[in-house]
Every structure is written in structure tokens, then in C-alpha cells.
């Protein structure tokens, strides 16, 4: 059936460490995948996106990976600062709106 | 340019009381989403819109809950009656797409909290 995991549902990094935000997913149909994330008292927004027939994307400071072998995405913080410390989506969407995964909690310390 | 705008930013309404969340999608948009997300559940979609028409209402938990599209710049989220489990905080968001609504970027508003007491 449809639907977007993650694997860890916290993740505390120290400021300037790279992080890493995984996701599964079990819908083959997908044809595009994005990242939000969410501060605070506010709404998702949008960081990146990868499409199927893509392996990897680069954004500013963030990269997202999908190996579609074994349906999993992952975001990776390069350099991760206290404003990074948020929750983050993946999401999925093919040919029904996006799919939200329950989302992982990135503390960073400082 | 102005976002997704969502009223009110925060509600909190008796139990049996009618709940209305009212939102105005970016210009130019043509698919609007109603999401809920509540810590037990995350985001989930309610219902959304491609060219003010509702396409899928599936999300929508019950009777008691009801959306309309009346024109291309807003939409509105009834709760009728309300109850205590209907807290949480309601998303809209909208998004420009061709054919369908995949595969292209969802701008959030900041959201309607409701608590019903």
C-alpha cells in the first residue's frame, strides 16, 4: 500500500556535524519525492525535491539521495546550525497529493 | 509575495460549537489541500481541490466535517458540530499543476490551531 517511514523519530546532532534524515518508502509508483521541514508554530516548507529517475540532488548545504532498490531516501545537512533544528517530511507523490511520513525531530547542540 | 493565508491562527471553541477555517490559496494556484496534523497521526490530507472542484474527499473523517471552493482565491474547513477530538492544527496549502495534482511543490500556510474544549 502507500505510505512514507522513517526511521528515527529523533536525531540530536552537534552544531557543524553533517546529518542525516532517513526515509522508506513502499510505493513503487512514486515519481516524485520531496523534503520539508518544519520549525515551530509554523507550516512545512518546502526544501528540496528529487524525481524517480533521479539518484541524487543538490540544494544549498542539503542533498537528497534515493536508492530505489531498496526504496529509501535519505536527506543529508551538510555543516548542520542551531536554525536547522526542526522537523522533517519526506513525502511522496505520484499520482494522488503528497504522502507525509510522520516526520524526525533534528535537535542540533550547540 | 504572499503565501498561503489561513484564518484564524488560533481557535479555541466549546465542544458541539460550529468550528470554520478559512483559507486563501497563492495567486494563480489551481489545487488546494485541507491537511490535519495532530502527534498521534502527523499530516494527514483531508480533501483537495484541482480547479475548485473537489477531487478526493476521502481524508474528511466524517459527516461532520465539509469543505467548499466557492472561487479560485478561497476556500473554506467546517466542523459541525465540533468535539474535543477535532483539536489539532489544520493546513492549507496550494500548489500549481498541470495535470493533476503530483508532482509539483506544496506551499503550507502556517496553519489554524483549534482546540475544542
Known amino acids: 500500500g502507500e505510505s512514507v517511514g522513517l526511521h528515527l523519530p529523533t536525531l540530536s546532532v552537534q552544531e557543524g556535524d553533517n546529518s542525516i534524515i532517513n526515509c522508506a518508502y513502499s510505493?513503487?509508483?512514486?515519481?516524485?519525492f520531496i523534503w520539508y521541514k518544519q520549525e515551530s508554530g509554523k507550516g512545512p516548507q518546502f526544501i528540496i525535491d528529487?524525481?524517480?529517475?533521479?539518484d541524487k540532488r543538490q540544494g544549498q548545504r542539503v542533498t537528497v539521495l534515493l536508492n530505489k532498490t531498496v526504496k529509501h531516501l535519505s536527506l543529508q545537512i551538510a555543516a548542520t546550525q542551531p536554525g536547522d533544528s526542526a522537523v522533517y517530511f519526506c513525502?511522496?507523490?505520484?499520482?494522488?497529493?503528497?504522502?507525509f511520513g510522520k516526520g524526525t525531530r533534528l535537535s542540533v547542540i550547540a | 509575495d504572499a503565501g498561503v493565508i489561513q484564518s484564524p491562527r488560533h481557535e479555541v471553541t466549546e465542544m458541539g460549537q460550529e468550528v470554520t477555517l478559512r483559507c486563501k490559496p497563492i495567486s494563480g494556484h489551481n489545487s488546494l489541500f485541507w491537511y490535519r496534523q495532530t502527534m498521534m497521526r502527523g499530516l494527514e490530507l483531508l480533501i483537495y481541490f484541482n480547479n475548485n472542484v473537489p477531487i478526493d474527499d476521502s481524508g474528511m473523517p466524517e459527516d461532520r466535517f465539509s469543505a467548499k471552493m466557492p472561487n479560485a482565491s478561497f476556500s473554506t474547513l467546517k466542523i459541525q458540530p465540533s468535539e474535543p477530538r477535532d483539536s489539532a492544527v489544520y493546513f492549507c496549502?496550494?500548489?500549481?499543476?498541470?495535470?493533476?495534482?503530483?508532482?509539483?511543490?506544496?506551499?503550507f500556510g502556517e496553519g489554524s490551531w483549534l482546540t475544542v474544549v
Open positions: 528529487i524525481r524517480s529517475n533521479m
Open positions: 496549502a496550494s500548489s500549481l499543476v498541470g495535470r493533476g495534482p503530483s508532482g509539483n511543490t506544496i506551499y
Open positions: 510505493n513503487s509508483a512514486s515519481d516524485y
Open positions: 513525502a511522496r507523490s505520484g499520482n494522488t497529493p503528497l504522502v
